[in-house]
């Protein structure tokens, strides 16, 4: 049997703190297993680009038998020119005094342009995730900028949301995460999404499966206590885990964030297995989700596309959840297009 072709791989703000953890995982295989060749390609601006070369001094040191190659470069162009998979990490964040409209318009103009670039020279069959945040606004602006790739390839991630979620689970009902799947996350990556058990199994050691909101019952003593601990613990510990983590170790999530995009793109290439994930790609107009927002959905891999799971039934109380966070990216949308920087 013949070797896999290399796969050229492009990491913007690989100088950052996502990026130191994300780029070792990606070399040893983690991502795309550990017989696929991969060519990595590191792109910064110049304030981050010693960094990026300290960090490729250490990938050679690790001497993983995957990576073919490491390239470094300022230049959109050839950043993506060939890319097969690109994680669009590096973002500007928000700053003293910065208003929404700002940050926006501040990202615009980096995720414009690697739309562009993305369209101009990237593979044919290129993937691109979105990690900077507003990762779901940066993803439809880059997709907007790209207009011969189909809109289905530019996603944001909700993959550590979905992560936390399960993790937190896994907590409160004492049991390990693999033993719990069909959980969701909808909306918007920001502190309006929705994560959803309702369709959540729960498979014990025995192999029997029973629904999540029946083994939550049963810890937490009644479906009353449920909805309780779902409104007032479980969804706002998922969607400000990040500001736990900050307080509590001093600076942001990086290795969990670096680990959920690996979980993305693993599953988006090589499929989802039994249960569905987290993504948020472009909306076919599902769940009453406006047709081309970038919404996070419960998500399957075939044939390396993310297929939305149809037909599930969403009670009232998570609609309009739901509603309230695609109302938020209805709001950003309309800002960069009244921004000018999408049409
Ligand atoms: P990080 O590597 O920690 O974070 C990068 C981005 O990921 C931020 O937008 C951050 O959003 C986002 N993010 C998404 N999910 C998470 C999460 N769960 N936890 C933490 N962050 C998350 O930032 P650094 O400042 O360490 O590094 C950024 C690098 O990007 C720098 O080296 C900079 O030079 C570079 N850069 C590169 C650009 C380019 O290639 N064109 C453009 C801009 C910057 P949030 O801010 O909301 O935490």
Redesign the pocket.
């Known amino acids: 049997m013949s070797a896999p072709s290399p796969v050229t791989v492009t990491v ?9 953890a994300l780029l070792f995982r990606i070399a040893s295989g983690a991502m795309l297993g550990p017989d696929t060749p991969v060519r990595l390609r590191l ?3 110049p ?3 010693r ?2 070369e300290g960090t490729a001094l250490e990938l050679q040191d690790c001497a993983f038998p995957a990576l073919d190659s490491i390239d470094i470069t ?1 230049d ?1 162009s050839a ?1 993506f020119d060939g890319t097969n998979i690109a994680l ?7 700053g003293p005094g910065m208003e929404r409209g700002d940050l926006l318009q501040a990202n615009g103009a ?1 995720f414009a342009p ?1 739309g562009a670039a993305i369209n101009a020279g990237a593979a044919d069959d290129v993937k691109v995730l979105v ?5 779901n606004t940066n993803a439809f602006i880059a997709s907007a900028h790209a207009p011969d790739v189909p809109a289905e390839r530019f996603t944001a ?1 909700t993959r ?1 949301d979905h992560n936390r979620a399960l993790a937190q689970l896994a907590l409160t009902l004492q049991i390990p995460v693999r033993s719990i799947c069909n959980v969701t996350i909808w909306g918007n ?1 920001s502190a309006t999404q929705v994560p959803d058990i309702t369709h959540g199994i729960v498979t014990d050691s025995s192999g029997v499966p029973r629904t999540l909101p029946e083994a939550l019952a049963a810890v937490l003593g009644s479906p009353g206590a449920v909805e309780a601990w779902l409104d007032e613990t479980f969804i706002p510990r998922v969607a400000k ?2 500001a736990e ?1 900050i307080e509590v170790r001093g ?4 290795a ?2 670096a680990a ?1 995009a690996v979980d993305h793109m693993h599953d988006w290439v090589l499929g989802t297995g039994a249960s569905w994930t987290s993504a948020a790609r472009v909306s076919d107009g599902s769940y009453g989700v406006d047709p081309g927002l970038i919404s996070s959905f419960p998500v399957r891999s075939n044939n390396q596309a993310w297929e939305i799971e149809q037909g599930l039934a969403v009670s009232p109380a998570v609609q309009a959840r739901i509603d309230r966070s695609i109302r938020e990216l209805r709001d950003e949308r309309d800002m960069v297009r009244s921004l000018g920087m999408v049409r």
Not at 131 to 135: F, L, T
């Open positions: 913007t703000g690989a100088g950052g703190q996502i990026g130191y792109l910064e601006i304030a981050g680009i960094a990026a300022t959109v950043g669009l990490v590096g973002a500007r964040p928000r980096i690697q990690v900077g945040n507003p990762a991630m550590l990556h885990r990040g983590i600076s942001s999530s990086a969990s964030a959920a």
